[in-house]
């Protein structure tokens, strides 16, 4: 049984560092892909977790098998390309950390997986289905994340989303709406930025737009990402503001799931169906994910800085109350 089976995107993130001694920029390569970080924080958070999805035959795929490996995440159903390389990306900070990508994905062996690839006991295995959007930027792996969601469904295993807007990877912004909205019908989990918020409802305000989401399409749980200020949080019945905290931002990179790994833990500790959860398991979910997302910026990398339980719980008896914003 696992905790957590993700599917999607795992890939080598070339990551600023520092230059070269004639002035140009170095990369150093880091394992990514939003689903993986997700289960290399659960991982790091002692839940049992399985990967789908594919990479080239190549010296960055092999890379990356032994990257899941080390983070005990089950690779059984990591596929191998012959004929298409790992997906790279170039990860760009600015000033305060925050990140821009190019992806070099044209294709990529993400989006290579095909749906008679997907196995469906290890969905009905796991008590929690990932995704994000990503894979459903093309196909056959569009088709594939849907088959997967099907299986999902079927076997009553709960959905996480992470809608993870990358416009440059879609054809058009209405494909991208509309690709992107389709998830929805499938979660029950979302967790989307502000951003990605006002894209795909056209509305600033967290709380209204939100609404608009959970009325359409009837999602349990709905999380928004505000960076500094935290995170808004909304369930069927409940809704509220959980502040964050300060830290020395140094890349932004793997943050948001880095979060969803927290609210994931969280939500298989509390271990109530997600229309049980009140007030006070929202605050402890989020104030736990928070952290989870702020420490991971402390370092360079996806997967490389993501927290482990014992940091975490350092930080929390350290400072319970001080450093938070």
């Not at 000033?95 to 290579?112: C, H, L, Q, T, V």
Request: glycine letters at 8%; a negative charge.
């Amino acid at each position: 049984m696992y905790d957590v089976t993700a599917l999607g995107e795992v890939l080598i993130d070339f990551t600023p560092s520092g230059h070269s001694e004639k002035g140009h920029v170095l990369f150093e390569t880091n394992p990514g892909g939003a689903p993986a970080n997700v289960l290399a924080a659960l991982s790091r958070l002692n839940k049992k977790t399985a990967f789908i999805g594919k990479v080239g035959q190549d010296q960055f795929g092999h890379l990356l098998k032994c990257v899941l490996e080390d983070q005990k995440i089950d690779n059984s159903n990591l596929l191998f390309s012959e004929t298409v390389n790992t997906t790279l990306a170039f990860v760009h900070l600015d000033e305060k950390g925050d990140r821009s990508f190019s992806f070099y994905r044209n294709p990529g062996a993400d989006i290579m997986l095909e749906k008679d690839e997907i196995d469906e006991e290890t969905i009905q295995q796991s008590r929690i289905f990932h995704f994000g959007s990503l894979s459903l930027t093309n196909e056959p792996a569009a088709a594939a994340t849907f088959t997967a969601l099907e299986y999902a469904q079927k076997h009553k295993v709960t959905v996480s989303y992470d809608p993870n807007l990358r416009i440059p990877l879609w054809r058009s912004h209405d494909e991208a709406k509309r690709q992107i909205l389709k998830g929805f019908e499938y979660a029950d989990i979302v967790k989307i930025s502000e951003e990605e918020l006002e894209f795909l409802t056209g509305y600033c305000d967290v709380a209204k737009g939100t609404e608009v989401l959970q009325e359409q399409y009837g999602t349990a749980v709905i999380f928004v990402t505000l960076g500094p200020e935290g995170c808004f949080y909304r369930s069927k019945h409940v809704s509220g503001q959980k502040e964050g905290y300060e830290v020395n931002v140094v890349d932004t990179t793997g943050a948001g799931d880095a979060f969803v790994g927290g609210v994931l833990y969280q939500f298989l500790e509390i271990n109530k169906p997600l229309d049980h959860l009140t007030v006070a398991d929202f605050e402890e979910m989020v104030t736990f994910a928070n952290l989870m997302g702020a420490l991971t910026t402390e370092g360079k990398g996806g997967i490389p800085s993501i927290p482990t339980i014992d940091q975490v719980e350092r930080f929390l008896k350290r400072i319970p109350e001080k450093g938070r914003t």
